[in-house]
């Protein structure tokens, strides 16, 4: 089993920056594909962005050019790094973990472990 535990959300203002942290325990997530998702009130959750094993990445649409994932195997975490943060960027921010770590899926089916989320809001 793998536990997940994200933590970085807060208040912040449009255009401002925020980094993430998904702090992983139980087992080493260096051979996982890890992936962030967010859920904004009333809507179902979507994929932001994701990172296999050997470094691949893969961006939201809506998230290129702003958003960067990075991961620190020694400390078994990865991050998110948001800049130029938007009204639309406020919602839970989930990190997951998919075993088979190969390739970065944007659909939730394909992660097995899943963290609590961390509130991002962004206000004007």
């Known amino acids: 089993q793998v536990q997940l535990v994200e933590s970085g959300g807060g208040l912040v203002q449009a255009g401002d920056s925020l980094r993430l942290s998904c702090a992983a325990s139980g087992r080493t997530i260096s051979s996982y594909a890890m992936g962030w998702f967010r859920q904004a009130q009333g809507k179902e959750r979507e994929f932001v962005s994701a990172?296999?094993?050997?470094?691949?990445?893969n961006y939201a649409d809506s998230v290129k050019g702003r958003f960067t994932i990075s991961r620190d195997n020694a400390k078994n975490t990865v991050y998110l790094q948001m800049n130029s943060l938007k009204l639309e960027d406020t919602a839970v921010y989930y990190c997951a973990a998919d075993p088979r770590g190969g390739y970065v899926y944007t659909r939730t089916y394909h992660y097995d472990y899943w963290g609590q989320g961390t509130q991002v809001t962004v206000s004007s």
């Open positions: 990172i296999g094993w050997s470094n691949n990445t």
